[in-house]
């Protein structure tokens, strides 16, 4: 069975300025996809970024980044430039990649980010 | 096109009641998901179903069941609700198998009181 670790229940930080969520996970599994996804207040799970276990280069969208260390089963979301409408709740989830239906999301507990103006 | 959508969205149940969640999805996707999201937690799956006819247990399936007559509809049916079962719950659908890009409805807040 996967988990998913996110050791930051809650984090801050000021406008414009740059903050890093850690996640941490545990699988048997090489082909995997690791994901982060935003929870605003309207609690609809947005995707924000995604990294597929086979590649190295780490995937990267606009102002979001991530650190993805596999030998480690580290997965860190970078978020540059923060602005206001980045306050939310942020997940990490890890899914298996493989021809299985079943294949679910396991997910961490969550980050809770406040951007301050 | 509406994506998943996902009614109602808040209720409170007493105890010993009981309801069905609805969720259906426009996109004709193959892949159903329920998945429920305790307080200050992440989300963990309840059920889901690869197609119309066919369901399976997740990781937390007591309490609940689950129907897939058709693939834009796949209802959750709580039978005797339970102060446990108070929760956030979101319904998701993917296209294929090696599809990672997953679909969100945006959640019933249920409370059994």
């Keep these: 069975a996967q988990t998913v670790t996110q050791s930051q229940p809650e984090m801050s930080v000021q406008e414009a300025e740059t903050v890093t969520l850690s996640c941490t996970y545990d699988t048997s599994e090489n082909n995997y996809y690791l994901f982060w996804y935003k929870q605003p207040?309207?609690?609809?799970?947005?995707?924000?970024?995604?990294?597929?276990?086979?590649?190295?280069?780490?995937?990267?969208?606009?102002?979001?980044?991530?650190n993805f260390q596999k030998a480690a089963k580290s997965?860190?979301?970078?978020i540059s430039d923060s602005q206001l409408g980045d306050t939310a709740m942020y997940f990490c989830a890890f899914?298996?990649?493989?021809?299985?239906?079943?294949?679910?999301?396991?997910?961490?507990?969550?980050?809770?980010?406040?951007?301050?103006? | 096109n509406a994506g998943v959508t996902q009614t109602p969205k808040?209720?409170?149940?007493?105890?010993?009641?009981s309801m069905?969640?609805?969720?259906?999805?426009?996109?004709?996707?193959?892949?159903?998901?329920?998945?429920?999201?305790?307080?200050?937690?992440?989300?963990?799956?309840?059920?889901?179903?690869?197609?119309?006819?066919i369901t399976d247990k997740g990781e937390v399936p007591n309490g609940y069941n689950v129907s897939r007559s058709t693939t834009e509809d796949f209802p959750l049916r709580l039978e005797l609700a339970a102060p446990s079962q108070t929760s956030v719950y979101f319904c998701a659908s993917r296209r294929e198998a090696l599809d990672y890009g997953y679909t969100f409805g945006s959640g019933t807040r249920l409370t059994v009181v």
């Excluded at chain 2, 808040?10 to 009641?17: D, E």
Aim: with cysteine.
């Design chain 2, 20 to 53: 069905t969640l609805q969720c259906t999805q426009d996109m004709n996707h193959n892949y159903m998901y329920w998945y429920r999201q305790d307080p200050g937690m992440g989300l963990k799956l309840i059920y889901y179903s690869v197609g119309a006819g």
């Design chain 1, 95 to 117: 899914m298996k990649r493989v021809g299985n239906a079943g294949n679910m999301l396991t997910f961490g507990g969550g980050t809770r980010l406040m951007v301050k103006p």
């Design chain 1, 41 to 66: 207040p309207s609690r609809q799970m947005i995707l924000v970024i995604r990294q597929e276990a086979y590649k190295q280069q780490n995937a990267t969208e606009n102002r979001f980044s991530v």
């Design chain 1, 75 to 78: 997965f860190s979301l970078k």
């Design chain 2, 10 to 17: 808040f209720r409170i149940l007493k105890i010993g009641q």
